[in-house]
């Protein structure tokens, strides 16, 4: 068997961004919590100013109050009112702690949900270009994984930064007040650890974007190999699939080796530098002491405070690492939002009131990929109400068609026109819902089956649900399952066989009432008797309608008003099914050829 290598699997592989590290950048993840600025951010700041406020005066009744005061001159009432003091804000700082915990957790759900929600938004509104460009499992891990790196930045990170600069100052401060000489003995250790810290920020910086990265490919792979298992299990790639998996797996857990191995090289850092500062302090403290320059209640608050001093900023380091990894995550969250629908409306779009469904090309050309062309200088008009069936082989700019009418695609150049507006003019939501498409894999999502109809026109009520069911003969196998309409079905409809599944979209369109109805292959997955009960209600509920039919199988379109035949993006023939024939060419053959394959069947 030949292997396949990795590279050349389901999908393309999506490189982290590398982009410098900017504020401007977190600012703008940073806005996500204006909403809440008069609300929770004030609380959890009080609160946190009461904690660090406690925490920086704690010192100093424990060292100059005490020591100093009633220890050294024997002052037992005041010695117990220091104690009791100092209970009662210890107490304090533990309330307001747990206010503030509580508050910022809050406060960080609050602002991941709006992200989340936001970008699920956004990228609901993008066009089928942006799809086409992705796969399903790297943009699950940009609303899911990406969003959720974001929760320790905003329940933790933002007030502890505040805290923690506030206490660093505030520790500073105090112990040059108290000490300038111990004071700058001291820091003399602070810029060795900032050069140090600083030098491995940019490699933490992009270890946690390859994580990110490695992530989306798993994500990726798992999304395919669910959705193809039955292609898998089919091929017996079962061990192919398995071997692959445990390569990005193995790539992933290596990345996260190295990010969280960099991640730990702050804390020893931190560690290290405060045995450094505790034996200057013991050190240089005693030779104060014994020049009688440095009171023992000082050098105790000077103990607390080099205690307090790394804490701050062995945090800040985590904070930062926090994000580091918030870059990371928003720099990709932020390409998806900064991403523009390739399908834009207009300043001032148009609404029409009624919209009778002509149709009409002029000289339209598009390509997907800026290369090949699938339509060449395409001209048609289709007038209101009219069926107009396109046939010929794959590729032949079909779908294409379909996809420029519902205006999924815009077109390369040349205009598409309804009812004499310019599609492009037109609002696409008033657009779409006057549009509606049946397409051969037609997708059910998980719910009710009276659910899975409804999609189709929210507010419909049960009765022209079921009304809709049965114009077009859903209503003889939803009527046999034994909850009906209410029947659950799994997740793109398994439970449901390919022609059942095909009713409920024939369903959900008609329901939706649109003025135009295109059908993409629509009929090609149902069987011929299915297909025959179809055909009688499509005669009643397409009348009055523009009905756009794209069809492999020829016999459900010899009653449509005009077929167009399609090669290479360009009309070769278009006429009724009877004049074609007469014509003995392209469609000629075709239907020659299909009939030959269904004698041989």
Not at 99 to 110: A, H, K, V
Not at 148 to 168: A, K, P
Not at 260 to 287: E, K
Not at 487 to 496: A, H, K, M, S
């Amino acid at each position: 068997m030949v292997k396949r290598k990795k590279e050349r699997f389901f999908y393309s592989s999506e490189p982290p961004i590398d982009k410098p590290f900017n504020w401007g950048l977190m600012t703008r993840l940073f806005e996500y919590m204006s909403p809440y600025r008069k609300s929770l951010l004030p609380k959890a700041v009080i609160a946190m100013l009461l904690t660090t406020g406690i925490r920086l005066v704690v010192p100093i009744f424990i060292g100059v109050l005490t020591f100093d005061h009633a220890i050294k001159n024997k002052n037992t009432p005041l010695l117990i009112e220091l104690i009791t003091s100092i209970a009662v804000m210890y107490i304090v700082s533990w309330v307001a702690n747990t206010y503030r915990i509580r508050w910022m957790n809050e406060l960080g759900q609050l602002v991941i949900c709006d992200i989340r929600q936001h970008l699920f938004k956004h990228i609901q509104q993008l066009s089928h270009r942006f799809f086409d460009q992705r796969s399903a499992g790297s943009i699950l891990v940009r609303v899911i994984n990406d969003v959720n790196s974001l929760q320790d930045l905003f329940t933790n990170g933002v007030i502890n930064v505040l805290m923690d600069l506030i206490l660093l100052v505030g520790i500073i401060v105090l112990m040059f007040v108290y000490s300038p000489p111990l004071a700058l003995a001291i820091m003399v250790v602070v810029p060795l650890m900032f050069v140090i810290s600083t030098s491995i920020r940019r490699r933490i910086r992009r270890s946690w974007q390859v994580v990110r990265a490695r992530q989306a490919k798993i994500n990726s792979h798992l999304n395919e190999s669910i959705q193809g298992i039955r292609v898998t299990q089919s091929y017996t790639q079962e061990q192919e699939n398995m071997n692959f998996f445990d390569g990005i797996n193995n790539d992933n857990l290596l990345s996260w080796k190295q990010a969280t191995r960099l991640n730990a090289m702050f804390r020893p850092f931190v560690d290290v530098s405060n045995a450094i500062g505790t034996v200057i302090l013991i050190w240089y403290g005693s030779h104060l002491i014994q020049q009688g320059s440095l009171e023992m209640g000082v050098f105790v608050s000077f103990a607390f405070y080099l205690g307090m001093f790394w804490e701050p900023i062995s945090r800040l380091g985590q904070v930062y690492n926090q994000l580091l990894v918030g870059m990371a995550s928003s720099e990709r969250i932020f390409e998806f939002l900064d991403e523009r629908p390739n399908v834009a409306e207009i300043t001032n779009p148009v609404e029409p009131d009624d919209v009778r469904g002509k149709v009409v090309f002029k000289e339209v050309e598009f390509s997907y990929d800026g290369k090949r062309k699938a339509l060449n200088g395409i001209d048609l008009n289709i007038k209101a109400g009219e069926t107009v069936a396109f046939v010929g082989h794959t590729g032949s700019g079909k779908s294409t068609i379909a996809n420029l009418i519902c205006r999924f695609y815009d077109a390369t150049s040349g205009s598409v026109e309804i009812d004499d507006i310019p599609i492009k003019h037109l609002k696409l939501e008033s657009l779409r819902q006057q549009v509606s498409i049946v397409l051969q894999d037609t997708f059910i999502f998980s719910g009710t089956i009276m659910e899975n109809i409804r999609f189709g026109r929210p507010g419909a009520s049960d009765e022209e649900v079921q009304r809709a069911a049965e114009a077009v003969g859903a209503n003889l196998f939803i009527n046999k399952l034994k909850d009906g309409y209410h029947t659950e079905v799994e997740e793109r409809g398994n439970v449901l066989s390919v022609g059942e599944r095909q009713l409920l979209s024939f369903a959900r369109a008609l329901l939706a009432n649109p003025r135009i109805l295109i059908l993409d292959e629509a009929t090609a997955s149902i069987d011929t008797v299915t297909e025959v009960n179809i055909q009688k209600a499509l005669k009643t509920l397409l009348a009055g309608r523009t009905a756009i039919i794209v069809a492999h199988r020829l016999s459900t379109i010899r009653e449509a008003d005009s077929i167009i035949v399609l090669d290479h993006g360009n009309i070769i023939e278009q006429g009724s099914h009877e004049e074609l024939m007469e014509l003995e060419k392209e469609y000629y053959r075709l239907v020659l050829s299909q009939f030959k394959r269904l004698e041989v069947g």
